[in-house]
Antibody, heavy 120, light 107 residues
Framework: EVQLVESGGDLVQPGGSLRLSCAVS????????MTWVRQVPGKGLEWVAN????????YYVDSVKGRFTISRDNAKNSIYLQMNSLIAEDTAVYYC?????????????WGQGTLVTVSS | DIQMTQSPSSLSTSVGDRVTITCQAS??????LIWYLQKPGKAPKLLIY???NLESGVPSRFSGSGSGTDFTFTISSLQPEDIGTYYC?????????FGQGTRLDIK
C-alpha cells in the first residue's frame, strides 16, 4: 500500500523557518518525482514545488522562490520542504504527493497533510 | 500563469441527478486537464486525467470532456458519497494551476 506521511507543521512567527518532512512507503521512491501542494484552510489548492528523481531538478511557484527549498533523500524514502522567511500567506495545509517517473504534473497518491500556521 | 475558472462555485442537487461542472482555461492547454474530488479534512482524490481518462477504480458515472480552453466534468447519476469539493487542474503550462473549486452537496 502506498503511504505518504507528512510531519513538521507547527505555529511559527513571521520571518521564521520550518522544515517539513514526508516519509513514503509502498513504492520505489527513487523512481518517482515528488511534489508539495498547499491549501489555505477553507480555500483552494496551490502547487508549491516539484523535485525530480535524483534531486537534480527543482521547480517552484513564484511566490516561494528564494524562500523555500525542496529536497529529497532517496536512502531515507523522504522528501523535505525547507521554508524560510515565512509570511502569513504561507499559512496552509501542506501535502506531499507522488508524481510520475518522468514528470509530476498530477498526483494519484497524497499524504494527509500537515498544518503550517504563520502568526505572531 | 494560466487562470482556471470553474463554474458553478457551489451546487446543491438531488441523488440520481445529472451534475455538470465546467472549467475554462485562460489559454489553450490542449487536453492537459485533471479533475479531483476533495472531501472535508482529506487530501484530493484523482478522478479524471488528461481531460477524459477515468482513473482506475473510479466509478464510470464520472466522466470528463473537452480540449483547448473549455472542459466539462459530469456525474451521470449523483450518489450520496459524491459530495465534496471538485477541483480542476491544468498542466499544459508551467506553473501548474487549479480552479477555485466547486462545492457539491445534496439537497
Amino acid at each position: 500500500e502506498v503511504q505518504l506521511v507528512e510531519s513538521g507543521g507547527d505555529l511559527v512567527q513571521p520571518g521564521g523557518s520550518l522544515r517539513l518532512s514526508c516519509a513514503v512507503s509502498g513504492f520505489t521512491f527513487s523512481s518517482n518525482w515528488m511534489t508539495w501542494v498547499r491549501q489555505v484552510p477553507g480555500k483552494g489548492l496551490e502547487w508549491v514545488a516539484n523535485i525530480n528523481r535524483d534531486g537534480s531538478a527543482k521547480y517552484y511557484v513564484d511566490s516561494v522562490k528564494g524562500r523555500f527549498t525542496i529536497s529529497r533523500d532517496n536512502a531515507k524514502n523522504s522528501i523535505y520542504l525547507q521554508m524560510n522567511s515565512l509570511i502569513a500567506e504561507d499559512t496552509a495545509v501542506y501535502y506531499c504527493a507522488r508524481g510520475g517517473s518522468d514528470t509530476s504534473w498530477y498526483w494519484r497518491n497524497w499524504g494527509q497533510g500537515t498544518l503550517v500556521t504563520v502568526s505572531s | 500563469d494560466i487562470q482556471m475558472t470553474q463554474s458553478p462555485s457551489s451546487l446543491s442537487t438531488s441523488v440520481g441527478d445529472r451534475v455538470t461542472i465546467t472549467c475554462q482555461a485562460s489559454h489553450d492547454i490542449n487536453n492537459r486537464l485533471i479533475w479531483y474530488l476533495q472531501k472535508p479534512g482529506k487530501a484530493p482524490k484523482l478522478l479524471i486525467y488528461d481531460a477524459s481518462n477515468l482513473e482506475s477504480g473510479v466509478p464510470s458515472r464520472f466522466s470528463g470532456s473537452g480540449s483547448g480552453t473549455d472542459f466539462t466534468f459530469t456525474i451521470s447519476s449523483l450518489q450520496p458519497e459524491d459530495i465534496g469539493t471538485y477541483y480542476c487542474q491544468q498542466h499544459g503550462n508551467f506553473p501548474i494551476t487549479f480552479g477555485q473549486g466547486t462545492r457539491l452537496d445534496i439537497k
